[in-house]
Structures are given as structure tokens and as C-alpha cells.
């Protein structure tokens, strides 16, 4: 049988208690290694066992166990002489770096770097990865999947005459082909009747675009049409869905994972905080949208300014809502302001 | 006819520092951040090893032998569900379909959950065993919610005392089976106590606001006017109130039926056990323990940690018959005879009820 140490680093004598596995008389005894070999003795000098340990433990009890031949275990509290008899045991080093010891401000730092080197590199790596082994059948199926839902519940078929849908269809397939390909298929154009949502037009992951007729009716000119579908686009070419879903459930389950064992209070504050951060990470997808989105109108010969003129009669008919920090999309005003700032370069 | 055996009252001794924990705590922190969460399946194990290492009745040890690997790999199981199941939601009738099957699956995880800690952990070399059932699980945590639920959850402390029944009534030492038999009324008044002290807390708070002129043009508000700034304060100051109200509550209740629960329970052989928990302690406990972690930026959690087990293992004694040295003997000898078959690949080690 294999050892973990086949030979003592020199000889000597623990004193402990010794128990036999399915007994559970437990007594005095002393593990003795010398000349004559490895062996425990009991109370009244009669050897129990011969042998080396087939495993050694240190247990937070303060004993460090030895398990010997034919289910003997010797427990001793004198660690420091078992380790001068037998070395240091395999693990020792974790038992090591648990002790009370200045040495615990670097661990303490190390923690402080490592959370935050996470945050700022390592989700952005877990996110990629996930994103490059996503099969582009399931985005398909997650386009389908929510479309027929829609259908279902919130759209009606679109009242739109065959002319008008020709025009925008128009729209939408120069800017399509100015705009940078999604590594998911094709994009296509759904028209739907949604009333609930008003004047609206929104992409799914997988290069689907739903305009709403609203959307065609109250802002129908060609260029605000090509700015806004170039901002889908962009939302479905920089994968913007498939990246906040993945971010925000790997953040989940590291919190869940590290946080979980440090204690509920720390993990109720990081999922919270992560909450809010999420937040700011989708309005950094907005006006990256909105940039791309500008440029791609711009490229397929469209007035790049007009996405700005529908924020701004977004924001004049709607208002604008709640404080920035709360909020999915940035404040209409910065968007307004970015946007003619990039159309006028 | 025979004279009954004594009976010996042994304390239950929490014996770990929290100056020792703190180091634990620490590494098991810096590993797992390192490790990108991986080496938190060995956090867990040096965590339990820990609490359970120290818990002492006695100078026997309770012992915690499950491995990182086999929570590692009950992990990545459920890992690779959640990631799944979360990315097939976005496809709106396929995630309904996978709630269903998970709910279903739901008390499989239990009592997988539930058998996996119990076999897991020893006291004084002799392990624990869990016998609960599938079918056990999905009754007491599925169907007996669902079914008082038409009773407005009155009849919800009925299904408490299921619960308790179906984990502790399922769990053994080595041969010996736990029992589990309480009569009803302990579970009504944990749960009326508590109700009862949330609702003073929450009448006194309410007159108190009233008097102080908090109300005053509220109802204007309710009827649409546009609220100042210092009437949007009272749906704070509310708030503030329910959580000050449940707290206490929820102590008096935790406090009273793991009190009944230790009561209630039994080891083959008549062995019993005694809970002495007190409600304000409990909370006192609690609350500072919560205070300190935040305002010390979480560093004093394992303190926290350490003080809660401590007062715990304090609160709580085991009422032996007879001998324990000849009582774990026994079943020492026993569960060795039939060898151990435990073969658990993996650990599902999920919050555990009661």
C-alpha cells in the first residue's frame, strides 16, 4: 500500500489517544518510531499496530489524526512534533495560510485585487467565452420563440398598406447592408399592430426587428426610420441582448459562488449593487448603439442628425423619466447632444 | 422489574475561535476569488470542517467528510442547469415547459440534498444517515404548501410540523432513527407570538406617526394631488416600520420552534434533546452581529459566525440513557458490520430546511 510518507524525517515519540475504527473505546497511547520501525503502543507498553500512516490530517479540533494499518487512528495534539517526526502533512500549507498571522492583511489584499480584477476583466472573458460557444440555432430559436409570445399576447397583424410597407422595407435593407453582419444569420423585419407599446421598434439577439405600425405612423419619415433601425442594428450586430444575459448571470453565480460562504448580508449588498451597475452597463449599450447607429445612416446615404430630431419629439411628447442612475436608457438630452455632436464630424 | 437506566445531560460545546475562523474565512476567500469561484467547493468543505470540528458533546467531535471534488461536481450539475435553463427562458414557452419539470424536480434535489449532508457528517466517528423519499419530499414541500394555501394558510403550521417531520423524522446515527412527534399547538403559538408581535409593533408605530401629524394631507395624495417632498418620506418611514416590525417576529418564531423542534425530537434508544433558545437573546445576537459586519466592511463576519454557533451550542443539550461511550459503541459496531455504503458521487448541498 502506498504511503503518503513512506519514511519518518527522523525518530522520535508522540503521545495521544488512539481508537480503532468499530470500537469506540478510545485510550492513552504513544505512536513511536525508532530502530525497530513505526509502531503504536498502548497504555501498558503492548504494541497495537505496526506501520507508517496511510493518511495524516490536521483538524481544526487542534489534533493532528493519523490513520494507520487496520483501521487505527491516532490523534495527537503535539502537531509540531508530529511534523518534526513525519515532516509536514500533505495540505499543510492551506493549514499554514489559515493560521493567525500577520501574513492575513496580504491575503486580505489579494482578495480586495483579485474581486476587482474580476470586475473589470475577467466577466468581460466568462461573457465572451459563453457568447462564442452559443450555437446561432438557439439565438433563431430565442427570435422565434419570443415573436409567436408576441403574437399571442401583444401584436395584432399589421394594418399597414402593402406601399407603405414597401417603403420601409426599402429603408430597412440599404441600411442592412451598410450596417456591420451579426454572426447570427441575416437580419429581417417584422411589421406588427402593437397598441400597448405605442411608437416603438425593438430587436431581438437574433436579427429580428419589430416596427411597430404606431412607429411607421407618428414617425414615418425616412431618415428618422433609417437612424432608429440603424440603432437596432446595432444593438443586434454588438450582440448587446446576448451580452447583458450572460453578464448578468455570471455575476449571479460568481456573487452566489464567492460571496455565498462569506456570509447573506455581503451577498444581498453585491446582488444589489450589481443590480445598479447592470443598469449603467445598458445605457453604455444605448449610446454605443446610437453611435453605430448614426454612422451606419450615414453610410447608406441617410441624414445621420435624424435620430436625434426622434429623441427629441420622443422627449417633447413623453417627458423624460426618473433619475439616470436608475435608468435602462441615458437621459434624451445626452442622447441628442452625442448624437449631433458624431453626425456633425 | 427493571430499573430504568439514567439519564445523563451532556452540554453541547461550540470550541472553535474566531480568531482561528478569521484565517479560514480569509483564505477560503482568496482562493475562491483566484480560482474564479472553483475552489469555493473546498471553502465550503474547510468551512463545515470547521463548525463541525468544533462542536463538541462530551470530548466527542462532530466531523464533516465530504470531499471538494464531490461538491465541485454537484455544482457544476447545477451550474450547467441554471445556465441552460436560463439561456432556454428567453424562448417564452420553452421556459415554461422547464419551470414545471424543475419544479418537479425540485424534491429530487432535497432529499438528494438532504441525504448527501447527513451521510456526509459524524459525530464521534459514527455517521449520520438520511432514508427520506421522493414522493416524501414532494408532499411536504409541494403539495401541502399548495393545498393550504386554500385554507388562507391557516392550516400553514400543519405543514411545518410535516416538514420537520419529513427531514428529522428521516435522519439516523449510525443504526438508530431519529423520531420526530410534536403535538400542533407549539407551531400555532410560535407563529401567533410572532404575528401578534409584529401587529403591536406596527399599531404602536402607526398611532405614533398619526399623533406626530405624519398623515396630514395624505389623502389629497391618494386622490392624485402631487405629493411634496417630505409626504414621500412616509412611504419610507412605513417601510422602515414593517421591517422593525417582522424582525422581532421572526426571532420569537425561529426561536420558539427550533425550541419545540429539539423537543420533539427523539433518538432510538430514548435519547433526547433540549433547545433553550430565548427569543430577545437570539435577536440581540443577530442584530448586532449584522451591525458590526457592516460597519466593519464585513471583516468581523467570522467573528459573527463564531458568536452565533457559541450561543447556539450553549442553548443546547443531549439527554443520553445510560452511557454515551456505550451508546456510540454500540452503534460503532454496528454500522461497521454492515460496512459503508456510502457512494454518493456528487453533493446537491443547496439550502437546507430546518
Same mark, same amino acid.
Given at each position: 500500500m502506498a504511503s503518503l510518507a513512506d519514511r519518518p524525517v527522523s525518530f522520535g515519540t508522540l503521545t495521544g489517544v488512539a481508537s480503532r475504527a468499530g470500537a469506540s473505546h478510545r485510550q492513552p497511547a504513544r505512536y513511536v518510531i525508532d530502530q525497530s520501525g513505526a509502531r503504536l503502543v498502548g497504555e501498558? &507498553?503492548?504494541?497495537?499496530v505496526h506501520g507508517m500512516p496511510v493518511r495524516r490530517e490536521a483538524s481544526f479540533g487542534g489534533t493532528l489524526d493519523l490513520d494507520l494499518p487496520d483501521g487505527w487512528r491516532f490523534s495527537t495534539e503535539d502537531i509540531k512534533g508530529a511534523r518534526a517526526v513525519l515532516g509536514e502533512e500533505p495540505g499543510a500549507w492551506l493549514s499554514n495560510l489559515e493560521s493567525?498571522? =500577520?501574513?492575513l492583511v496580504l491575503v486580505l489584499i489579494g482578495c480586495l485585487l483579485g474581486a476587482y480584477a474580476i470586475w473589470r476583466w475577467g466577466l468581460n472573458v466568462l461573457v465572451t467565452l459563453a457568447i462564442t460557444v452559443t450555437p446561432p440555432t438557439l439565438v433563431g430559436a430565442i427570435d422565434r420563440g419570443n415573436l409567436s409570445a408576441m403574437d399571442q399576447f401583444l401584436a395584432e397583424p399589421t394594418a399597414l398598406s402593402a406601399v407603405e410597407q414597401a417603403r420601409v422595407r426599402g429603408i430597412f435593407d440599404s441600411i442592412a447592408a451598410a450596417a456591420p453582419q451579426s454572426d447570427f444569420g441575416p437580419y429581417r423585419l417584422e411589421f406588427r399592430d402593437m397598441p400597448a407599446v405605442g411608437a416603438n421598434a425593438f430587436a431581438l439577439p437574433g436579427g429580428t426587428v419589430v416596427v411597430t405600425d404606431d412607429m411607421v405612423a407618428e414617425f414615418g419619415g425616412d431618415d428618422i426610420l433609417a437612424g432608429v433601425i440603424g440603432h437596432e442594428l446595432a444593438h443586434v450586430s454588438e450582440e448587446h441582448s446576448l451580452r447583458q444575459l450572460y453578464r448578468s448571470l455570471s455575476v449571479y453565480l460568481l456573487i452566489a459562488l464567492i460571496a455565498g460562504d462569506v456570509g447573506p448580508i455581503l451577498e444581498d449588498v453585491l446582488l444589489e449593487g450589481s443590480a445598479i451597475v447592470s443598469l449603467s452597463y445598458s445605457r453604455t449599450h444605448e449610446a454605443d448603439a446610437d453611435a453605430l447607429g448614426v454612422a451606419t445612416a450615414r453610410v447608406a &446615404?441617410?441624414? =445621420?442628425a435624424a435620430l436625434a430630431e426622434f429623441f427629441r419629439r420622443l422627449e417633447a411628447e413623453y417627458g423624460d423619466g426618473g433619475p439616470a442612475w436608475l435608468s435602462t436608457h441615458p437621459a434624451n438630452a445626452d442622447r441628442i447632444e452625442q448624437i449631433e455632436r458624431l453626425a456633425a464630424e | 422489574m427493571q430499573t430504568s437506566p439514567e439519564i445523563t445531560l451532556h452540554p453541547v460545546k461550540f470550541t472553535g475561535s474566531a480568531r482561528a475562523y478569521f484565517g479560514v474565512w480569509l483564505s477560503n476567500l482568496l482562493l475562491s476569488v483566484v480560482t474564479f469561484g472553483i475552489y469555493s467547493a473546498w471553502a465550503k468543505v474547510r468551512r463545515k470542517r470547521f463548525f463541525h470540528q468544533n462542536t463538541v458533546i462530551d470530548g466527542r467531535r462532530f466531523d464533516y467528510h465530504a470531499t471538494g471534488k464531490q461538491i465541485l461536481i454537484g455544482r457544476a450539475v447545477v451550474f450547467v442547469g441554471f445556465i441552460i435553463y436560463s439561456v432556454l427562458s428567453a424562448i417564452p414557452l420553452v421556459g415554461i415547459v422547464l419551470g414545471v419539470a424543475l419544479l418537479f424536480a425540485f424534491p429530487w434535489f432535497l432529499s438528494r440534498s438532504l441525504r448527501f449532508n447527513a451521510r456526509s457528517t459524524s459525530f464521534s466517528g459514527v455517521r449520520f444517515g438520511f432514508s427520506g423519499t421522493y414522493w416524501g419530499a414532494f408532499r411536504v414541500y409541494l403539495l401541502y404548501p399548495f393545498l393550504a394555501l386554500f385554507t388562507l394558510y391557516l392550516a400553514y403550521p400543519f405543514v411545518i410540523r410535516a416538514q420537520k417531520n419529513y427531514s428529522l423524522g428521516g435522519h439516523s446515527y449510525g443504526t438508530a432513527k431519529f423520531t420526530f412527534e410534536s403535538r400542533i399547538w407549539p407551531f400555532y403559538k410560535a407563529a401567533l407570538l410572532a404575528a401578534l408581535c409584529s401587529i403591536i409593533i406596527i399599531v404602536v408605530g402607526v398611532a405614533f406617526m398619526f399623533s406626530a401629524g405624519m398623515f396630514v394631507g395624505l389623502t389629497e395624495v391618494l386622490n392624485g394631488a402631487e405629493p411634496d417632498p417630505t409626504q414621500s418620506l412616509i412611504f419610507l418611514a412605513i417601510m422602515l416600520l414593517v421591517f422593525i416590525a417582522v424582525l422581532p417576529g421572526y426571532f420569537i418564531y425561529s426561536a420558539f420552534i427550533r425550541n419545540t423542534v429539539y423537543e420533539a425530537t427523539m433518538l432510538e434508544g430514548g435519547h433526547g434533546f433540549i433547545s433553550t433558545v430565548r427569543p430577545l437573546r437570539l435577536m440581540w445576537i443577530a442584530l448586532s452581529n449584522a451591525i458590526v459586519s457592516v460597519l466593519t466592511l464585513f471583516l468581523m463576519v467570522p467573528w459573527a459566525e463564531v458568536r452565533m454557533a457559541r450561543y447556539l451550542a450553549d442553548c443546547t443539550d443531549v439527554e443520553v440513557v445510560g452511557d454515551l461511550n456505550h451508546f456510540v459503541g454500540v452503534e460503532s459496531d454496528r454500522v461497521s458490520a454492515f460496512g459503508d455504503a456510502f457512494t454518493d458521487m456528487e453533493a446537491f448541498d443547496f439550502g437546507i430546511p430546518g
Open positions: 501498558n &507498553g503492548e504494541t497495537l493567525w498571522h =500577520p501574513r &446615404g441617410y441624414d =445621420p | -
